[in-house]
Protein backbone atom coordinates (compact mmCIF):
# COMPACT_ATOMS: atom_id res chain seq x y z
CA UNK A 1 0.00 0.00 0.00
CA UNK A 2 1.08 3.77 -0.88
CA UNK A 3 1.65 6.81 1.64
CA UNK A 4 -1.60 7.53 0.54
CA UNK A 5 -3.39 4.66 0.42
CA UNK A 6 -7.06 4.99 2.95
CA UNK A 7 -4.85 2.62 5.56
CA UNK A 8 -2.38 5.42 5.89
CA UNK A 9 -4.71 7.98 5.87
CA UNK A 10 -6.74 6.70 8.88
CA UNK A 11 -3.24 5.64 11.29
CA UNK A 12 -2.90 10.02 10.35
CA UNK A 13 -6.07 10.93 11.42
CA UNK A 14 -6.61 8.28 14.57
CA UNK A 15 -2.97 9.99 15.47
CA UNK A 16 -4.53 13.67 14.92
CA UNK A 17 -7.52 12.67 17.19
CA UNK A 18 -5.13 11.68 19.42
CA UNK A 19 -3.68 14.28 20.08
CA UNK A 20 -6.54 16.82 20.08
CA UNK A 21 -8.34 14.98 22.86
CA UNK A 22 -5.70 14.82 25.12
CA UNK A 23 -5.17 18.44 24.63
CA UNK A 24 -9.14 18.97 25.38
CA UNK A 25 -8.90 16.01 28.24
CA UNK A 26 -6.07 18.50 30.09
CA UNK A 27 -8.77 21.58 29.50
CA UNK A 28 -11.46 19.74 31.36
CA UNK A 29 -9.40 18.78 33.53
CA UNK A 30 -8.26 22.20 34.78
CA UNK A 31 -12.43 23.45 34.40
CA UNK A 32 -12.95 19.88 36.82
CA UNK A 33 -15.93 19.00 34.17
CA UNK A 34 -16.51 14.98 34.59
CA UNK A 35 -18.69 14.53 31.74
CA UNK A 36 -16.11 14.88 28.95
CA UNK A 37 -13.62 13.57 31.10
CA UNK A 38 -14.97 10.16 31.04
CA UNK A 39 -16.14 10.26 27.56
CA UNK A 40 -12.84 11.73 26.28
CA UNK A 41 -10.62 8.66 28.42
CA UNK A 42 -12.89 6.57 26.66
CA UNK A 43 -13.15 7.96 22.87
CA UNK A 44 -8.35 8.20 23.90
CA UNK A 45 -8.54 4.28 24.37
CA UNK A 46 -10.81 3.20 21.80
CA UNK A 47 -8.50 5.75 19.14
CA UNK A 48 -6.08 3.69 20.38
CA UNK A 49 -8.02 -0.10 19.58
CA UNK A 50 -8.25 1.71 16.14
CA UNK A 51 -5.10 2.83 15.08
CA UNK A 52 -3.92 -0.89 16.24
CA UNK A 53 -6.56 -2.47 14.08
CA UNK A 54 -5.46 -0.38 11.19
CA UNK A 55 -1.68 -0.86 11.33
CA UNK A 56 -2.06 -4.48 12.40
CA UNK A 57 -4.90 -5.46 9.99
CA UNK A 58 -7.96 -6.32 12.96
CA UNK A 59 -11.15 -5.25 11.44
CA UNK A 60 -12.80 -5.85 14.42
CA UNK A 61 -10.67 -3.31 16.26
CA UNK A 62 -11.40 -0.74 13.25
CA UNK A 63 -14.85 -1.61 13.54
CA UNK A 64 -15.01 -0.75 17.22
CA UNK A 65 -13.45 2.47 16.43
CA UNK A 66 -16.26 3.11 13.70
CA UNK A 67 -19.11 2.64 16.14
CA UNK A 68 -17.80 4.64 18.55
CA UNK A 69 -16.99 7.14 16.09
CA UNK A 70 -20.87 7.58 15.78
CA UNK A 71 -21.42 8.07 19.16
CA UNK A 72 -18.53 10.59 19.20
CA UNK A 73 -20.21 12.58 16.62
CA UNK A 74 -23.48 13.03 18.87
CA UNK A 75 -21.61 13.93 21.87
CA UNK A 76 -20.02 16.42 20.34
CA UNK A 77 -23.10 17.66 18.64
CA UNK A 78 -24.66 17.55 22.38
CA UNK A 79 -21.77 19.78 23.77
CA UNK A 80 -21.95 22.23 20.61
CA UNK A 81 -25.58 22.44 21.26
CA UNK A 82 -24.81 23.21 24.60
CA UNK A 83 -22.57 25.88 24.79
CA UNK A 84 -24.24 27.83 22.20
CA UNK A 85 -27.81 27.52 23.99
CA UNK A 86 -29.54 25.65 21.12
CA UNK A 87 -32.81 23.29 21.62
CA UNK A 88 -33.10 24.01 25.52
CA UNK A 89 -29.91 23.44 26.74
CA UNK A 90 -27.92 25.62 28.55
CA UNK A 91 -23.99 26.46 28.71
CA UNK A 92 -24.88 28.17 32.79
CA UNK A 93 -26.25 23.74 33.88
CA UNK A 94 -24.27 21.21 35.71
CA UNK A 95 -24.59 18.43 33.16
CA UNK A 96 -20.68 18.61 32.13
CA UNK A 97 -19.70 18.19 35.66
CA UNK A 98 -22.32 15.63 36.39
CA UNK A 99 -23.79 18.38 39.56
CA UNK A 100 -20.57 17.67 41.42
CA UNK A 101 -19.25 20.49 41.15
CA UNK A 102 -20.02 23.96 40.45
CA UNK A 103 -17.37 24.44 38.33
CA UNK A 104 -17.69 25.25 34.70
CA UNK A 105 -14.88 25.65 31.47
CA UNK A 106 -11.94 26.55 32.31
CA UNK A 107 -12.12 28.78 29.11
CA UNK A 108 -14.37 30.88 31.13
CA UNK A 109 -11.98 32.30 33.84
CA UNK A 110 -9.00 31.78 31.62
CA UNK A 111 -9.81 33.07 27.38
CA UNK A 112 -7.35 34.31 25.75
CA UNK A 113 -7.06 38.23 24.74
CA UNK A 114 -9.36 39.20 28.62
CA UNK A 115 -8.43 41.99 30.16
CA UNK A 116 -9.39 41.86 33.63
CA UNK A 117 -6.57 43.94 35.33
CA UNK A 118 -8.03 47.39 34.44
CA UNK A 119 -11.23 46.87 36.58
CA UNK A 120 -11.32 48.97 39.46
CA UNK A 121 -11.61 47.42 42.90
CA UNK A 122 -14.89 49.31 43.63
CA UNK A 123 -16.49 46.92 41.01
CA UNK A 124 -15.41 43.96 43.00
CA UNK A 125 -17.79 44.66 45.35
CA UNK A 126 -21.01 45.50 43.39
CA UNK A 127 -20.48 42.35 41.14
CA UNK A 128 -22.02 38.90 42.64
CA UNK A 129 -19.40 36.58 41.76
CA UNK A 130 -15.88 37.03 40.57
CA UNK A 131 -16.45 35.01 37.36
CA UNK A 132 -18.65 37.37 35.77
CA UNK A 133 -15.54 39.66 34.87
CA UNK A 134 -13.91 36.81 33.12
CA UNK A 135 -16.57 37.77 30.08
CA UNK A 136 -15.65 41.17 29.85
CA UNK A 137 -12.98 42.33 27.17
CA UNK A 138 -12.25 38.80 26.13
CA UNK A 139 -11.31 38.58 22.39
CA UNK A 140 -13.20 35.38 22.08
CA UNK A 141 -15.94 34.23 24.84
CA UNK A 142 -15.29 30.85 26.30
CA UNK A 143 -18.35 29.18 24.75
CA UNK A 144 -16.86 29.82 21.38
CA UNK A 145 -13.62 28.27 22.19
CA UNK A 146 -15.30 24.98 23.35
CA UNK A 147 -17.79 24.98 20.29
CA UNK A 148 -14.25 25.25 18.01
CA UNK A 149 -12.88 22.33 20.26
CA UNK A 150 -16.29 20.51 19.17
CA UNK A 151 -16.12 21.28 15.38
CA UNK A 152 -12.66 20.15 15.20
CA UNK A 153 -13.37 16.87 16.90
CA UNK A 154 -16.87 16.98 14.54
CA UNK A 155 -14.54 17.30 11.51
CA UNK A 156 -11.76 14.81 12.25
CA UNK A 157 -14.33 12.20 13.26
CA UNK A 158 -15.94 12.15 9.98
CA UNK A 159 -13.12 12.15 7.92
CA UNK A 160 -12.06 8.84 10.48
CA UNK A 161 -15.40 7.68 9.54
CA UNK A 162 -15.30 7.81 5.96
CA UNK A 163 -11.48 5.95 6.02
CA UNK A 164 -12.48 3.58 8.36
CA UNK A 165 -15.50 2.44 6.36
CA UNK A 166 -12.95 1.97 3.19
CA UNK A 167 -10.48 -0.19 5.54
CA UNK A 168 -13.06 -2.38 6.37
CA UNK A 169 -13.87 -2.52 3.14
CA UNK A 170 -10.38 -3.22 1.55
CA UNK A 171 -9.32 -5.41 4.83
CA UNK A 172 -12.54 -7.48 3.85
CA UNK A 173 -11.97 -7.73 -0.08
CA UNK A 174 -8.17 -9.05 1.38
CA UNK A 175 -9.60 -11.58 3.75
CA UNK A 176 -12.12 -13.18 0.77
CA UNK A 177 -9.06 -13.17 -2.21
CA UNK A 178 -6.77 -15.05 0.90
CA UNK A 179 -7.01 -18.95 0.10
CA UNK A 180 -5.71 -20.10 3.46
CA UNK A 181 -4.38 -23.64 2.12
CA UNK A 182 -2.30 -22.32 -1.09
CA UNK A 183 -1.56 -18.32 0.41
CA UNK A 184 -2.36 -16.57 -2.73
CA UNK A 185 -2.54 -19.02 -5.66
CA UNK A 186 -2.97 -17.75 -8.59
CA UNK A 187 -3.53 -21.47 -10.29
CA UNK A 188 -5.11 -23.31 -7.08
CA UNK A 189 -6.13 -26.50 -9.64
CA UNK A 190 -1.81 -26.76 -10.77
CA UNK A 191 -1.16 -26.45 -6.64
CA UNK A 192 -4.10 -29.27 -6.46
CA UNK A 193 -1.85 -31.46 -8.53
CA UNK A 194 1.59 -30.94 -7.04
CA UNK A 195 -0.16 -31.33 -3.64
CA UNK A 196 -1.11 -34.63 -4.81
CA UNK A 197 1.54 -35.67 -6.43
CA UNK A 198 3.77 -35.11 -3.28
CA UNK A 199 1.66 -37.15 -0.98
CA UNK A 200 2.47 -40.24 -3.47
CA UNK A 201 5.79 -39.93 -3.26
Known amino acids: MGCCSGRCMLILICTLQLITAVERQV ?3 LGYQWAPILVNFLH ?3 VILGLFGTI ?3 PRYVVLYLTWTVLW ?3 NIFVCCLYLDLGGLSKDSNYLS ?3 SSQSSWWRENAPGCDNRDLPATRWQSLESPALISSLGCMLEYQYIEVLHSALQ ?3 SLMGFVYACYVISVFNEEEDTFDFIGGF ?3 PVLHGNEKAS ?3 L
Do not use: A, E, K
Request: hydrophobic residues 60%.
Open 27 to 29: FDF
Open 44 to 46: IIV
Open 185 to 187: DQF
Open 73 to 75: VGW
Open 154 to 156: LFI
Open 198 to 200: HLF
Open 98 to 100: LGV
Open 56 to 58: QYR
